[in-house]
Each structure stands twice: as structure tokens, then as C-alpha cells.
């Protein structure tokens, strides 16, 4: 009796040793879902960051400008913003600007009407012309033109209107204004010339024929006509008795004398402070039309850069 009961015992403690390695084995299984969180959401979230990256791909071609760009207006300021036209779609292959000169009034006009992105003028808006809605302007630079004597010829001061008798062939001897005893010999730039055009604008040069065709009212039987800045001075220095005009930034004081207009000397500094009176600002004139891409294009003018460009062709930056 006492065997069965020793061999039944050990029986009891094999079951019970079978049953705690079971129950313990069974965790073990359930073990193996717990590990899987480990690879869950940081390997599967990562790609995630790479469309924050989209926006700063994009933005060059938000920022890239396109389309075209109509500018019309005043033929004298006309060669410098063509020269900006030029250099701004070198910049900006998509872009297409268009130059057209067809007067300072009619600039005017298509850009408060919305006809034209921007107009070019070479004076200021009048008062009517400021007041209309939607319409601002941008001064773009200052031109000066210097009215040039021979060094020799004692003369040195004239008033706008006598220098447009002058020119209109109604003052003819230099002795008329206290001068010499001599002829006068008017050196006048071409037809089409924008410096000749800025000049009898100014000076009171301009007329209209029996059609209203606009015409110069320059005596040209008793000028002599040079097709350039340079020819204008060449002739003033061979002539003691010429009398010419030039643009400010061709002006050499060695070689001729820019006679003072009304008291006022021709320097850059009065030309920018309005009393030098043979001068005029170049503006671009914002109107109903003025898009994104004509702002883009004024911005450029009025940077560093574009100020810069405005002082190479000849003219007075204003910024």
C-alpha cells in the first residue's frame, strides 16, 4: 500500500510539472503579436516627410514670369525702354515685349483706357490726366539736354523763349543778345532724332501743319543738321557762331560751353531738383491693364540694376 501511494505521488508531481511548463509556454506565443508594434508606424511614416518638400520645388516656377507685355507711348523715352524690353525678356524667356512709339498723349490714353499695359510719357500727367481712376505714374529717370555755345562766344545765359527764336529763325545775329556781330548758324539734330524731339517739345518747337499734322517749327534753311551727339559738338568746336543742343551726359565742358537758361546752370543736381527748365522725366504710366508682369517689369527699372542701365544710355537715374 505504501508503493502505490509513493508511485501515485510521483505520478501527481510529473502531471503537475506538465501542467506549469504548459502554462507557462503559452505566454511565449502570445509574445510574438507584441513584437510587431516595433516595426509599425516610424518605417511607414518616414516617406511621409517628402511632400513637405513639393512646395520648395515649385516655387521657381510660381515666381517664372510669362506672357506679353504691350507698352506704348512717347518716342523719346521710347529707345530706353526698348533697351529694357530687350534685357528684361533675355531675363525672362517666356515674356514678349512690345515697344511702341506713337507720342506722349496717346501713352497716356491706351494706359487709362486699358488698351496698353503701360504708357510711356516724357512729361508730366496734367492734372485731369492724374485725377482719372486707376491711374498712377512712374518716374523712370530724368533726361537733360544741354544747350552748347562755342567756348569762344561771350553769350552765356539765354531764356527758353530766346533760344526758340533762335531756332525758329526770328533771332538771327548774335548781336541781338549781347553778343558778337556775328551770324548765328543753328546745328540741329535729324528728324526722328529723340533728343531733337525732347528739344522742341520743351522749347516750343513744335507746331501743326494745315491737316493738324504736328511739325518742327526749327528753321531748318538756316541750320545745319548733324545725325549725331558727337557731329552737334564737332560743329559747335569748328564754328565760333554755332549754337547746338545736346544730351547732359554727352556734354564735355573742354569743348563747349552749356550756356545757362534763365539763370540756371545744366548740372544733373537741377535737372532732379525741376530748375533747370530744359528737362523732362521719362515716365511709365500704370493704368486698368497694369498687370503682374508690367509691375514686375517697372520694378526691374526702377532696382539697382535698371538705375544703373538708365545711367549707361545717357540718362539721370532717380533711385
Known amino acids: 500500500m505504501k508503493n502505490i501511494l509513493i508511485k501515485a ?28 508594434p516595433a516595426t509599425e508606424a516610424p518605417a511607414a511614416e518616414e516617406p511621409a516627410a517628402d511632400p513637405t518638400e513639393a512646395p520648395a520645388a515649385e516655387t521657381p516656377a510660381a515666381s517664372a514670369l510669362s506672357g506679353e507685355l504691350m507698352i506704348t507711348g512717347s518716342t523719346s523715352a521710347e529707345p530706353l525702354v526698348t533697351v529694357f524690353g530687350d534685357l528684361f525678356m533675355a531675363d525672362n524667356p517666356d515674356v514678349s515685349v512690345a515697344v511702341q512709339g506713337n507720342g ?59 533760344i526758340a527764336s533762335i531756332f525758329k529763325g526770328e533771332i538771327t545775329n548774335w548781336s541781338e543778345l549781347g553778343g558778337n556781330d556775328e551770324e548765328i548758324l543753328i546745328i540741329s539734330r535729324e528728324a526722328g ?27 531748318e534753311s538756316k541750320a545745319l543738321i548733324a545725325d549725331s551727339t558727337n557731329a552737334v559738338s564737332s560743329n559747335v568746336v569748328s564754328h565760333v557762331n554755332a549754337i547746338g543742343y545736346i544730351s547732359l551726359g554727352s556734354y564735355d565742358s573742354t569743348q563747349v560751353h552749356a550756356i545757362n537758361v534763365g539763370g540756371v546752370e545744366c548740372t544733373e543736381e537741377n535737372i ?20 503682374d508682369l508690367a509691375k514686375a517689369f517697372v520694378d526691374y ?11 549707361e544710355q545717357g540718362y539721370i537715374p532717380v533711385a
Do not use: H, W
Open 104 to 162: 506722349s498723349s496717346a501713352g497716356i490714353t491706351a494706359a487709362t483706357n486699358g488698351t496698353a499695359q503701360l504708357g510711356m510719357s516724357s512729361r508730366n500727367l496734367s492734372e485731369e490726366e492724374a485725377a482719372a481712376e486707376g491711374v498712377s505714374a512712374t518716374t523712370i529717370c530724368m533726361d537733360g539736354i544741354a544747350v552748347v555755345v562755342n567756348l569762344e562766344n561771350p553769350v552765356k545765359d539765354l531764356t527758353t523763349d530766346q
Open 301 to 311: 527699372i526702377m532696382s539697382a540694376d535698371g538705375q544703373a542701365v538708365v545711367s
Open 9 to 36: 505521488f510521483a505520478l501527481l508531481t510529473v502531471l503537475a510539472v506538465l501542467l506549469m511548463t504548459g502554462c507557462t509556454a503559452a505566454p511565449e506565443a502570445t509574445e510574438a503579436p507584441t513584437a510587431a
Open 193 to 219: 532724332s529723340g533728343t531733337r524731339s525732347a528739344f522742341e517739345e520743351i522749347c516750343g518747337l513744335l507746331g501743326e501743319d494745315e491737316e493738324g499734322n504736328e511739325i518742327s517749327l526749327v528753321d
Open 272 to 291: 532732379v531738383a525741376g530748375t533747370y527748365p530744359i528737362a523732362r522725366p521719362f515716365l511709365l504710366v500704370q493704368g486698368p491693364a497694369t498687370d
